[in-house]
Each structure stands twice: as structure tokens, then as C-alpha cells.
């Protein structure tokens, strides 16, 4: 039953976010849209494969399923080859589970996905919701520079963030420096007297907003 839950909502996913023509990537669709669209719009059944044994098939297949999706002449022929990995830490009273994909051979694929979730019972920890899907993502323009970013989606927009710099490429380090980005926005918001609400409505408002690698909302 519950693997049936998650087809039914990455079926639901796939026709809500379906390319519209070949231009775009299969695997950037996966990573860029098809996943923080999965993080915010169902949150807590996604945590519930990511801690699924299978999940790293599941996966696997969820990005193969979407690369059917497009024309021949824009699938990915490796797609199938190499399966995913999910990792989970406690960290600052946070667990993330840190997504490894296959290694990115191009900008913006990512070499990590860190998804936040507050500890089961800890009430004040969740604004890290409104936030919470992280990626690292590859730079061919300075391979030098790795960028922490992610994705903020409501029911209005959807927004690609870049977060700074970032080094090393190590799960352990890319949670961290997460836990890091999380503590200093509270401050902020806590400083500054304001407090964005959790998205709660999640029918299909959302309007088409650029991000700086050239595509628009999940």
C-alpha cells in the first residue's frame, strides 16, 4: 500500500511538471523540479521513503520514469545505470537526509540534495519546512566554486536560492554547512520580528519564476 501511495503522487508529480518540449533536461527535471516539488508538496510521505530500505531504487526508477517522459532525441541513455543513495544525520537537533545521485556531468546536475526535517515532537523547529530542500550543485563556469543553493516553493512560486559558497563535496561537511544556514535565517527572522508561514496550499497557483540557471518554478 504504501509503494502505491508513492506512485500515485510521483504520477501526479510527472503530469503537474511535464516538460514542455524537449529543451529541457530529463535529469534536470528530476533534480530541479520533479524533487522539491515531492519536499514541499508532501513532506512528511516523503520522509516516509526516505527512510525505506528500497528507497535508492526507488528513486532510480522515479528518474528513469521521467526520462521515458521526453523524446527520444533529449533522453539520457544512462540514466538506469547507477542507483541512489540516502543517507541520514542528527545534527543541531535537525535530521537531514542527504541524497547522493549519480556524479553530475554538467551544470547546474547536483553531486548532493540535503532534505530538512525537524525532529518527530520538536514543534519549534518547524520553520525548517519553509526551506528545507538543499542542493550542491555542479559549476562548469568555476569548478572552484560549489555553490550551497536549493529551492523555496509555495503555492504562489517557486524560487531557485543561491546560498554562497561552499567546499568539499563530503556529506558530513554539506550537512553542516546546512545546520549553519539554518541556525543564521532563524536569527534573522527572529531579529527582524517576522516568521514566513509554512506553505499550506498546495493546488496548482504557482506562477513561472526565473532562476539563475535558466529555468522556472518545480
Given at each position: 500500500?504504501?509503494?502505491?501511495?508513492?506512485?500515485?503522487?510521483?504520477?501526479?508529480?510527472?503530469?503537474?511538471?511535464?516538460?514542455?518540449?524537449?529543451?529541457?533536461?530529463?535529469?534536470?527535471?528530476?533534480?530541479?523540479?520533479?524533487?522539491?516539488?515531492?519536499?514541499?508538496?508532501?513532506?512528511?510521505?516523503?520522509?516516509?521513503?526516505?527512510?525505506?530500505?528500497?528507497?535508492?531504487?526507488?528513486?532510480?526508477?522515479?528518474?528513469?520514469?521521467?526520462?521515458?517522459?521526453?523524446?527520444?532525441?533529449?533522453?539520457?541513455?544512462?540514466?538506469?545505470?547507477?542507483?541512489?543513495?540516502?543517507?541520514?544525520f542528527d545534527v543541531s537537533g535537525l535530521i537531514v537526509y542527504v541524497i547522493t545521485p549519480p556524479k553530475p556531468k554538467k551544470s547546474p546536475l547536483c553531486y548532493l540534495f540535503g532534505?530538512?526535517?525537524?525532529?518527530?515532537?520538536?514543534?519549534?523547529?518547524?520553520?525548517?519546512?519553509?526551506?528545507?530542500?538543499?542542493?550542491?550543485?555542479?559549476?562548469?563556469?568555476?569548478?572552484?566554486?560549489?555553490?550551497?543553493?536549493?529551492?523555496?516553493?509555495?503555492?504562489?512560486?517557486?524560487?531557485?536560492?543561491?546560498?554562497?559558497?561552499?567546499?568539499?563535496?563530503?556529506?558530513?561537511?554539506?550537512?553542516?554547512?546546512?545546520?549553519?544556514?539554518?541556525?543564521?535565517?532563524?536569527?534573522?527572522?527572529?531579529?527582524?520580528?517576522?516568521?514566513?508561514?509554512?506553505?499550506?496550499?498546495?493546488?496548482?497557483?504557482?506562477?513561472?519564476?526565473?532562476?539563475?540557471?535558466?529555468?522556472?518554478?518545480?
Amino acid at each position: 500500500m504504501r509503494n502505491l501511495i508513492f506512485l500515485i503522487l510521483f504520477c501526479v508529480l510527472c503530469l503537474a511538471y511535464a516538460p514542455a518540449s524537449a529543451q529541457l533536461d530529463p535529469n534536470y527535471a528530476f533534480q530541479h523540479r520533479v524533487l522539491p516539488g515531492m519536499y514541499y508538496r508532501y513532506q512528511y510521505e516523503l520522509r516516509s521513503l526516505l527512510r525505506a530500505p528500497e528507497v535508492g531504487r526507488v528513486l532510480t526508477a522515479w528518474q528513469a520514469n521521467v526520462n521515458e517522459g521526453f523524446p527520444d532525441s533529449a533522453k539520457v541513455a544512462s540514466v538506469r545505470r547507477a542507483e541512489w543513495k540516502v543517507d541520514s544525520f542528527d545534527v543541531s537537533g535537525l535530521i537531514v537526509y542527504v541524497i547522493t545521485p549519480p556524479k553530475p556531468k554538467k551544470s547546474p546536475l547536483c553531486y548532493l540534495f540535503g532534505l530538512v526535517y525537524p525532529k518527530e515532537g520538536a514543534t519549534q523547529d518547524f520553520h525548517v519546512l519553509k526551506r528545507g530542500f538543499y542542493t550542491l550543485e555542479r559549476n562548469d563556469m568555476d569548478p572552484s566554486y560549489t555553490p550551497l543553493c536549493g529551492w523555496i516553493v509555495t503555492a504562489e512560486n517557486a524560487s531557485h536560492q543561491n546560498y554562497g559558497d561552499y567546499k568539499g563535496k563530503k556529506p558530513e561537511d554539506f550537512v553542516r554547512r546546512i545546520a549553519d544556514h539554518v541556525r543564521g535565517v532563524k536569527k534573522l527572522e527572529k531579529k527582524a520580528g517576522i516568521d514566513i508561514p509554512i506553505p499550506t496550499d498546495t493546488t496548482e497557483k504557482r506562477q513561472g519564476v526565473s532562476d539563475d540557471n535558466g529555468g522556472g518554478a518545480p
